[in-house]
């Protein structure tokens, strides 16, 4: 996607090899004409699955997913890494390592907002080692739907995840993919 | 609003006389359309303000909050509420009181996303002693800038927060004002 590999190249900023900052448009200043066309991206491309609900995780990937679940037109579910007291009932749970915090935390998602037998379209803002992609597999999986397809804003794809999903044969969308980064610039795989 | 206080009447729950439960249609499962709906709302009232930046909370501050910055065509500032490794530099900082979570958390923002001189307005999804707004109206005095106005989806308007905020002349916006509520329905102030 054009537009983001732009704000990625003059807006982000790779720190290192491994970590790249882009809170000035994705995670923190929050570019909304860009997530938008993020949405509608991921909408045009996963639309013929015949998708019936939207998840993500809190709270990167709900911008992206907000508008991806609204011009498909079908519910956002928001898998909850903090738990509430009113967070209550039959639940499902799941445990995922972060990268970028390194901590691990409870992925939580009620279980009457995953109902079974759905095709599930997971958004989020990076596939890395894909942890939280594998997250909300397993929560698909326990909930008895399916996971039809994985829309990423941004792919390291020369972290592990991307092969480890590709191996599983789920259909993934990155948007943009980068091959290698670091102060002397950011390249993307075409 | 009609179509959200038809979501609260028909879809929320009140637990008991302080707690509302509306995760299945605003901050757990997502009803998007009324998202954007809302978001257009927050937008028409606040356009006329000269609304430079809208800035929530994570995270279900960020779905409303991300179609009325999209309709205003203005930056979205997320303040978080838990710190990242890779967020370092120049932060503001305060501290808030959560009532549903009944801790406290440290509310961040980059100084770099709250210029100063800007007319800013915070979007969150409930008004209730007002801790969050208070959060929001403090960081944005550090940042030298002008909290504008400040939207809010529900106000439990039997608890402070509106009158303290309209103590300090913020025009406030809420779009479902709840009076009282409890086992035996839900009363909206008109």
New interface residues.
Partial sequence: MKELKEAILTRGKA?NQD?L?V??FL???????L??DIGESFAAHFKPLGIDRVLTI??SG??PA??T??TL??????M?K?M????TGDLLQTTVRSF???TEYQLT??R??LPEKEQILFIDDFLASGEAAFGAIKLVEEAHSTLAGIGIVIEKSFQSGRKRLDDLHIPVLSLARIISMGPEGIEFLE
């Fill in positions: 720190v970590v900052l809170d000035s995670n923190h200043q929050v570019d909304p004409t997530m938008h809190e709270s709900i911008a907000a508008f679940a609204y037109g079908v519910p956002l579910v928001i909850k903090q509430s007291r009113i967070m970028t915090k390194g998602v009620k009457d907002f």
